[in-house]
């Protein structure tokens, strides 16, 4: 599927990579990141937690008018502005306008997720012969971290500019048992915005414990706009040939199941709603899309980047393209947004008009020895990368 041409010079992949991959991707497919010249980095306050915990928000954008706002705490990112193609900018990303949203119940809007991304079955895990007792919190399930994980701490934060961009290093130290986990885990996750329409994503961290690490991004996404209603037109890519069926509670039974033939087959750009209410089993337990796909790491390059799904909204002619070190995506089509959560400027979110595509090793690993093992051990460095681009194609 050819690139977009209107922004097509902008889809450059950088040179850089902080990354402990073996993964190689296509050069040809990944072109080298133009040099950027952004302006600075805009601190304001967000607000204080129920402690009275300062939350600031950070504010930058590129020589090309795209920006992102991210705040302190958990990382969130409340706004991402970028152009349709006409030139016109709405902000692409679900959330709130004040931080009081993000301390009431929230469905992760925007947040770094932590210590583990996705679910671990039965809310426990066995490590080194010990067996380590996790919240249940997504009925018998542990989700995201736990009770508060990553999304719900505030983070340290220092802006940046430099030759590749302009961003924010976010870092925290995560105690040894918070939420049940093992070890004192330091973490960094940098957000970069480039001036060649990139906003890359670092993950880093180290351990003086063995334990899980599965980190990710949890933005949700409506390319014509937040406040646009459904995402089923949205065309979808995922570059993935198998996916991980899950139980009824959405724990993978261990299986990698090929995507031929069934409604989770996104190897060809196909609208979401086309088969999200399928007479599928699968489809039936989302209910609708909420599982991790398997994707193809076949010529990586040298980076170990390799294209991971594509997103393309016909009205606005704004197209995304992911691309990550990580073995898996998970495509989430907000089947749990029911009406009950208004949003930035009064605006409800109905059923299905946000979608997350965050990438991960699978679900539930720690419990899956067929599954890439997601274990961090002293003296080793988590490190991965996500890279979002956004261009425009006509209509």
Sequence with gaps: MPHPHRFAWLLLLPLLLIGCTTEHANPEEMPTTETASPSAV??????????????????????????VEAITYGGIITALRVPDQNGQFSDIVLGYDSLAGYLDVTPYFGAI???????????????????????????????????????????????????????????????DGEEGYPGTLNVTVTYLLTDANELIFDYEATTDKATPVNLTQHSYFN???????????????INAETFTPVDETLIPTGEL????????????????????????????????????????????????LTLAARVTEATSGRVMEIYTTEPGIQFYAGNFLDGTITGKGGVVYERRTGFCLETQHYPDSPNQPDFPSTILRPGETYSTRTVYTFSTQDS
């Design 223 to 237: 390319l014509a706009g937040h406040d646009s209603g459904t995402i089923l037109d949205h065309a979808l890519m």
């Design 113 to 175: 997720i932590g210590r583990y991304g996705n679910r671990i079955g039965g809310a426990q895990f066995e490590l080194e012969g010990e067996t380590y007792e996790l919240a249940a919190n997504n009925g018998p399930n542990h989700l995201h971290g736990g009770v508060q994980g990553f999304d719900k701490v505030v983070w340290n934060a220092e802006p940046f500019e430099d030759e590749r961009g302009v961003g924010v290093v976010f870092t925290y130290t995560s105690p």
């Design 42 to 67: 805009q601190v304001a306050p967000f607000g204080t937690t129920e402690d009275g915990t300062t939350v600031e928000k950070y504010t930058f954008a590129n020589a090309n008018g795209i920006e």
């Design 257 to 304: 199941r090929p995507v031929d033939g069934t409604p989770f087959d996104f190897r060809e750009a196909t609208a979401i709603g086309a088969r999200i209410d399928a007479d599928d089993e699968q489809i039936g337990f989302g209910p609708g899309y909420d599982h991790n796909f398997v994707l193809v790491k076949e010529n990586p390059n040298a980076d170990g």
